[in-house]
Nanobody
Framework: QVRLVESGGGLVQPGGSLRLSCAAS????????MSWYRQAPGKERERVAS???????DSVDSVKGRFTISRDNLKDTLYLQMNDLKPEDTAVYYC????????WGQGTQVTVSS
């Protein structure tokens, strides 16, 4: 059974940090492009960062220098280290795998507020 399970979300003050994890099962993570997306209330879901099977990665301008995507293919886990969080980073964060098929996780809530 294919599953993507996100964890690590929560409530954090502005300037704080969180590390999200996405545990994959049922497919070989190493063969997939793995991405983090987010969806804020009333807004469309947007891509945040992607990790490619070549070892390269990229992220959108709004999180560059603050968020880092990484993967551990042996553990079949994707990560998103988020530093210097801002209130505008508040959203539900989703993990996505794209390859032979496409899969989504159920999401984890990140709230940045004082």
């Amino acid at each position: 059974q294919v599953r993507l399970v996100e964890s690590g979300g929560g409530l954090v003050q502005p300037g704080g940090s969180l590390r999200l994890s996405c545990a994959a099962s049922g497919f070989p993570l190493s063969n997939y492009v793995m991405s983090w997306y987010r969806q804020a209330p009333g807004k469309e879901r947007e891509r945040v960062a992607s990790s490619y099977w070549t070892g390269s990665s990229d992220s959108v301008d709004s999180v560059k220098g603050r968020f880092t995507i990484s993967r551990d293919n042996l553990k079949d886990t994707l990560y998103l280290q988020m530093n210097d969080l801002k209130p505008e980073d508040t959203a539900v964060y989703y993990c996505r795998a794209v390859g032979r098929n496409s899969y989504w996780g159920q999401g984890t809530q990140v709230t940045v507020s004082s």
